[in-house]
């Protein structure tokens, strides 16, 4: 009996602890999204509800503006993510390469920068740096005789305007990358390194099968989060172009944005295009939460 | 002496590559130290270099008001991140129940859904509530965007500590959230302070949210403020680059000091 009570007693004391966090969380995300996914599915007029089923996924499907938004998104994540992933690389490499000294940890410090303004304030500098009247790389060009490398950066009607974008997404996000490789490769054991030495290795040979293989396991984790960060991206878009000129730089997240806060009001696409934005990311999303509460579920 | 040199040539190139990373913040100082009438006279550097877009800014109501604005979002929701954060933590690390990893697991998911569906959904919630054009829905949505994250760390600290400790407090009569607050928590401030910086970095930063749930210019934030003065027809870019050097400064200030906690807690998981 007294055994129960105490039970009793240890399971209300671990709700009173995490009940509140909890429920925080889940009333202000997964009623919104609720709210959302019942919008996609329902014609609200001021006083009915009528269930409209799937009309407004059909909807985007025959929309020439999300695929081609679709696409530019897809566009921006592969030349982000990658431009991420190798510039920290190459700098984590080389920082390790260095050794630990004050030196390299200065330069570590601001290699770091880029990543801790917010994306307002970078993106606003960059919008000096490509501005169509006073750009300051081409004036940089222009000054170092180059002056055939300028170029309308932000207004040519081709794909140089979301290249560029992704472009500034790359310089801005790659120090996540950097700081978290560079953390595994603190953890290699320096013997393999000499023991390779021993054995006439070749620096790919211990590339490739001693630092890559220390590398592999964090590498998966960060492609799949930047993978779905680049994917939902906003700001970048919104503040340097907002998906102009003539929609060449249009990405999902800023055609739902217009969709519902600009063009027509309409939450109810808005929405549906969101929930396809998420499902389109579903396998990432699932690996990655695999991956990161792994620790947890082996315990 | 071969090894030597090869230092030396990849130190230099570590250099180079540095400074052509730091290219943008070099171009924020510049611009921010000239005048109006001289902002494109020059090229790198600022000819007759001088304070007075720092000084217009601090005499400028509106965006004084959106650096405060985002000053008192931005701790608040420091504050109640690292309060629950603390408490839900500790739940998670010391209580064994069934369903538990599930409840880790729908948590942390709530941060995988895209922000502009946060956005969309979340808006309606506000007009319902009468929240909108109100700061409190900034402090609600940003805190539980960054809530997940900070139950995590908290909870990764706090299970780095044995549970031995508090057992002894107990024993001597303490009740369980005293014995959290007086015996956990003091040793383990790095881990409050981490949650603390990266929840403010979060509201600090954040631009969508801001720009969606609040209307007027009085409860404009600063991220949103500063992407207003790319609105006129003139750009003043002498103005925007102070300004932006001005809302930099906070971080880049805890940076420098507090450079450990920041890097804790993106290899704790990352968060963008």
């Known amino acids: ?299 | 002496m071969k090894r030597k040199k090869a230092d030396r040539a990849l130190l230099f190139l570590l250099l180079i590559l540095t400074a052509l990373s730091s290219f943008p913040l070099f171009i924020m100082i510049s611009f921010s130290l000239r005048d109006r009438e001289l902002v494109f006279a020059s090229l790198l550097f600022p000819i007759k270099p001088t304070l007075n877009n720092y000084a217009t800014i601090l005499r400028d109501q509106i965006l004084m008001r959106c650096l405060m604005n985002s000053i008192v979002l931005s701790i608040l929701v420091a504050m109640i991140a690292i309060l629950v954060s603390i408490i839900t933590g500790y739940g998670f690390s010391r209580f064994q129940f069934k369903f538990k990893s599930l409840l880790l697991y729908l948590t942390f998911a709530t941060t995988m859904f895209p922000p502009i569906l946060v956005a969309v959904g979340f808006f309606k919630v506000i007009v319902r509530l009468h929240l909108y054009d109100n700061l409190f829905s900034l402090i609600l949505v940003n805190t539980a965007s960054i809530l997940p994250f900070s139950i995590w760390m908290m909870k990764g600290y706090f299970d780095k500590i044995p549970k031995s400790i508090e057992e002894a407090a107990m024993i001597d009569g303490c009740s369980r959230i005293s014995a959290c607050f007086q015996v956990v928590v003091p040793i383990s401030l790095p881990g409050i302070v981490a949650v603390g910086i990266w929840s403010f970095l979060f509201a600090w930063c954040e631009y969508l949210y801001a720009s969606t749930f609040v209307g007027s210019v009085s409860k404009r934030m600063i991220t949103t403020g500063i992407v207003e003065l790319l609105g006129h027809f003139i750009i003043q870019w002498g103005l925007v680059m102070a300004y932006a050097i001005i809302i930099s400064a906070p971080i880049l200030i805890l940076f420098v000091f507090l450079q450990q906690y920041f890097v804790s807690g993106l290899t704790a998981g990352g968060v963008k």
């Open chain 1, 1 to 299: 009996m007294k055994v129960s009570s105490q039970k009793k007693t240890y399971y209300w004391t671990a709700f009173f602890f995490i009940a509140p966090g909890v429920s925080f969380v889940f009333f202000l995300t997964l009623y919104p999204f609720g709210q959302a996914m019942l919008m996609s599915i329902f014609k609200v007029t001021s006083d009915s509800r009528t269930f409209i089923g799937l009309a407004n996924y059909q909807r985007a499907f025959q929309d020439n503006l999300f695929w081609l938004s679709l696409w530019h998104t897809l566009y921006f994540t592969v030349i982000s993510v990658s431009l991420h992933y190798f510039i920290g690389l190459g700098f984590a490499l080389l920082l390790y390469r260095l050794g630990k000294s004050i030196v390299s940890n200065i330069l570590r410090g601001f290699l770091f920068l880029p990543w801790l303004f917010a994306s307002a304030v970078w993106c606003v500098t960059w919008q000096l740096i490509l501005h169509p009247h006073f750009s300051v790389l081409n004036a940089l060009f222009n000054s170092l005789g180059l002056s055939r490398l300028s170029h309308s950066w932000l207004s040519d009607l081709s794909l140089l305007p979301l290249t560029i974008l992704s472009v500034v997404s790359g310089l801005k996000f790659f120090p996540f990358h950097m700081v978290m490789l560079f953390a595994a490769l603190q953890v290699i054991p320096l013997e393999l390194f000499e023991a390779a030495e021993i054995d006439g290795a070749s620096s790919l040979q211990k590339f490739r099968s001693i630092t890559w293989q220390f590398l592999k396991p964090v590498t998966t984790i960060i492609l799949c989060y930047d993978t779905i960060g680049s994917f939902y991206y906003f700001d970048l878009v919104w503040i340097l172009t907002r998906g102009g000129p003539m929609n060449e730089t249009e990405v999902l997240s800023t055609y739902i944005f217009k969709t519902v806060f600009q063009l027509e009001g309409s939450f109810e696409y808005g929405s549906s295009m969101a929930i396809i934005l998420m499902i389109i990311l579903s396998i990432f999303i699932m690996v990655y939460i695999k991956i990161f509460l792994r620790g947890e579920f082996e315990i």
